[in-house]
């Protein structure tokens, strides 16, 4: 039988999805490709770079004009041959060739170097990646992980400080468990004493950012020398790093990068292909069935949550310690909420969060780069990119994804 308000809400989704891809197909063809002068150019290789590659030339106008065209014919389809699933498809490809010639009309007459866009793109990426990580671990187990925020900033300053004492590995080290401890009080907060999940991740992310913020003007501005950590280098991974385009992008990182992708990959393993994977799984769709299984499901909660805490704070230590070597107030700048997002659309996959933070990463990225190539845009607005992508994804991609069964209700055992 077809729900009629679920059909009506299909056709107000398709019918948005055409309006939208109409609305910037005629924004291109009206006000951007006539703007566009000369070509742009895309250089793909490094001056030492051992196997170069030609740079991309771009004639700017004429390409602006095509992706209107395909932008348009792309909203045309959605009023004649609508769907839910080709909508949400549709408006991806239409975004996707929206930012290609939006990037072609800021780079109009001028050149940037497109294999260093991508390398910060996921350098960006690894917290954004590491927070949505860090959701998926505890979300598996129905632990809505609002504190992710809290945890990146933590870390943040935890690698800060015992990295000027100890060095890089010791601030890594005490990064890591500093966030571990948050996740094990969140696990308490949540399992044992059965706070309200979101108070819970509040108050913690209140807690961090109070505390590190009274640290950091009281203590830091004074002794200097306890806000001076060292940075991680990039590792040149051999023959790969050399490998055009791509290569820097993944093999030629610091360990923040490697260790990233590292973690998705094992999570990826442990979560769909164990049987402990298996049971976390099962705790986070039907505890009680679960634990009548002999599953114990506190156990499982907190080792998913603290080991999310531990991945979180890796994460964090990233702003100190693999970026400019000193901590900030407030320097991690939303990026947790960023992941929680990453992890929705990721529909609560390490993979899928990961191509997610790519997408925020390059976002982040690109108005780095469109502030260098002295595009007209004012500043404020290309600082708002990587928060409009969130809102644009969550609210427009993401579609009807569905988290696991039993997030956010706490359990009582009988």
């Keep these: 039988m077809i729900n009629p308000q679920s059909d009506a809400g299909h056709r107000r989704q398709t019918t948005v999805t055409g309006i939208v891809l ?19 150019t895309f250089r793909l290789s490094r001056p030492n770079d051992a196997w170069p590659v030609p740079n991309l030339v771009v004639p700017s106008g004429p390409f602006i004009y095509v992706i209107a065209a395909i ?44 294999t260093g866009m991508l390398q910060a793109t996921m350098v960006r990426a690894v917290p954004i990646a590491l927070g949505a ?6 979300e598996r187990v129905a632990v809505v992980n609002i504190a992710i925020e809290g945890m990146l900033l933590a870390g943040a300053f935890t690698g800060a400080l015992v990295g000027s004492l100890a060095g890089g590995i010791g601030g890594l080290a005490a990064a890591i468990a500093v966030g571990g ?37 009281q203590v830091f501005s004074e002794y200097r020398h306890l806000n001076n950590a060292p940075v991680f280098r990039s590792v040149k991974i051999p023959i790969l790093g050399d490998i055009p385009v791509i290569g820097p992008m993944f093999f030629n990182q610091n360990v923040f990068v490697y260790g990233a992708l590292v973690m998705v ?69 939303g ?20 191509a997610a933070a790519l997408v925020f990463g390059f976002a982040d990225s690109l108005q780095q780069k469109l502030a260098l190539l002295q595009t007209p845009i004012p500043s404020e607005f290309l600082a708002m990119a ?17 988290a696991p069964a039993a997030d956010g209700k706490p359990y009582v055992k009988e």
């Design 335 to 354: 990026r947790g909420f960023i992941g929680l997002a990453a992890m929705i659309f990721g529909r609560w996959h390490p993979v899928g969060a990961l």
């Design 181 to 217: 401890l948050f996740g094990f009080i969140l696990a308490a907060l949540v399992v044992t004493y059965r706070m309200d999940q979101i108070i819970a991740g509040v108050v913690i992310n209140l807690f961090v950012l109070g505390l590190t913020s009274y640290v950091s003007s």
């Design 71 to 114: 932008l348009a014919f792309l909203g045309v389809r959605q009023f004649m041959r609508g769907g839910a699933r080709w909508a949400l498809l549709s408006l991806g490809i239409g975004l996707a060739f929206a930012v290609g010639a939006f990037l072609v009309w800021a780079t109009a007459g001028k050149a940037f170097s497109l």
């Design 265 to 333: 990959a094992v999570s990826t393993y442990y979560l769909f292909y164990t049987r402990h994977g298996l049971r976390a799984r099962a705790v986070g769709e039907h505890p009680r069935a679960a634990d009548t299984l002999g599953i114990n499901v506190y156990r499982t909660r907190y080792i998913n949550v603290t080991v999310a805490g531990m991945v979180a704070g890796f994460g964090g230590a990233w702003f100190t310690l693999g970026s400019v070597g000193r901590f900030d107030e407030g320097m991690t700048g």
């Design 386 to 402: 990587p928060y409009i992508a969130t809102i644009i994804v969550v609210a427009g991609l993401v579609g009807r994804a569905r």
């Design 133 to 138: 990580l860090a959701g998926v671990l505890s």
């Design 22 to 40: 109409i609305g910037l197909a005629i924004l291109m063809a009206l006000l951007m490709a006539p703007d566009a002068a000369g070509n742009a």
